[in-house]
């Protein structure tokens, strides 16, 4: 079987080489294409069975159509968040969707306890500073994490692992979600969306955008929350409404952003544009504030994540193509 890998750059080439080779060698070719999967890319699939997409990968309806007129039967997120995905369209055209959920969770939730450090601590500026000879502490004053309240909105597999994280820290972790997990009992507080927002020193994104979180931090949800406090985001870009954001920075009612995601992180991430003219004026804005830190899109980007989402994408192609049961289907409803 010919499988199209788009949105490929060399280390997902590499890692994605090294599954097939333990896992599908001679049964599976893989095309790589750095270009992402768009409806004017989707002709790049011809003569593959399968298509292995990322996160900023679009798979609407007309693409997913598309695909399957080309005679793509399958589709292989390697990522765990699929809100990119038509899933009535997907169902509707029986393809096999399935994704990596939960292949290294602890991974995301350490890059969301480096942007809290790098944030709170200023190492970031003070890495610079030394380097020319400055050795003034001015303007690199922190909090002490030990006794502060940090709020966990989802607590899935991701935010029960910065749970941890941050309790270890001696912080007081707050948890606001739906359908908690259970083995955060005795760790954490539950409280609703709005308790945790009145009463965090940080506040950290961890749960999935639906059309019922998009925009969940918005002006009325900034007011809510404590003067002064850190909001971070590793999730996905559109939890956040980022113009409200940049207002609540501007009046300070905002202490501190760091985000790993940006709701138009398509056109940017991923790619090198230090030689271009950046045409996204409130991204360019987001830079100018010096309590902005913004990674772009990194947080699953370990080699035991890499390897975790290689080796579960290949075994969700064999459940395909052997018509196995597959626990990672993605919940397309008919
Ligand atoms: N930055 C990265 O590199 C990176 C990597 C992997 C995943 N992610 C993002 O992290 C998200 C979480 O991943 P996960 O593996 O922990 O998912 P998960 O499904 O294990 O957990 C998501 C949790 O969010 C909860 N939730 C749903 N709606 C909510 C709401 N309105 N308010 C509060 N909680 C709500 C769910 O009940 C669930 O417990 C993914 O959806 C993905 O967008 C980012």
């Known amino acids: 079987m010919k499988i199209a890998v788009y949105s490929a750059q060399p280390y997902d080439r590499r890692f994605l080489d090294e599954a097939r080779q333990q896992h599908a060698a001679g049964v599976v070719d893989a ?4 270009d992402p999967l768009t409806l004017d890319t ?12 990322f996160v900023n990968d679009q798979l609407d309806a007309a693409v997913l159509q598309a695909l399957h007129a080309l005679g793509v039967r399958a589709v292989l997120l390697r990522c765990a968040g699929f809100n990119n995905v038509d899933l009535n369209a997907a169902a509707r055209l029986g393809l096999f969707m399935a994704r ?8 995301v939730a350490e890059h969301a306890l480096a942007l809290v450090m790098t944030l709170n601590r200023h190492t970031h500026r003070a890495y610079a500073r030394v380097r020319e000879g400055n050795f003034a502490l001015d303007g690199l004053l922190g909090m ?13 597999q991701i935010g029960t692992a910065a749970a941890r994280i941050f309790k270890g820290l001696g912080c007081t972790v707050l948890v606001s979600d739906p359908a908690p997990a259970p083995q955060l009992d005795g760790v954490v507080t539950r409280v609703s969306l709005d ?3 009145a009463a965090s020193d940080i506040v950290s994104l961890h749960c999935p955008l639906l059309e019922a979180t998009r925009h969940m931090i918005n002006a009325a949800s900034l007011a809510r929350m404590k003067p002064g406090a850190m909001l971070v985001n590793t999730s996905r870009g559109a939890l956040i409404d980022t113009a409200a954001v940049i207002e609540a920075l ?5 202490g501190a952003l760091a985000i790993d995601v940006y709701e138009q992180e398509a056109s940017l991430f991923f790619h090198d544009h230090s030689s271009d003219i950046i045409a996204d004026d409130v991204f360019q804005r987001l830079m100018t504030f010096p309590n902005v830190l913004v990674t772009g899109h990194q ?9 975790e989402i290689a080796a579960v994408t290949f075994a ?3 459940c395909h193509m052997n018509g196995a049961p597959c626990a990672n289907l993605l919940p397309v409803s008919s």
């Open 31 to 34: 095309v790589y294409l750095s």
């Open 42 to 53: 989707v002709p790049l699939a011809q003569g593959c069975a399968a298509v292995c997409v």
């Open 100 to 107: 990596v959920p939960g292949y290294a969770p602890e991974a």
């Open 144 to 156: 002490t994490l030990h006794g502060k309240t940090v709020g966990i909105v989802g607590a899935g």
């Open 195 to 197: 308790q945790l927002l």
């Open 250 to 254: 501007k009046s300070r009612q905002l």
């Open 299 to 307: 947080g699953f980007f370990t080699v035991e994540a890499m390897r």
């Open 316 to 318: 969700n192609l064999a």
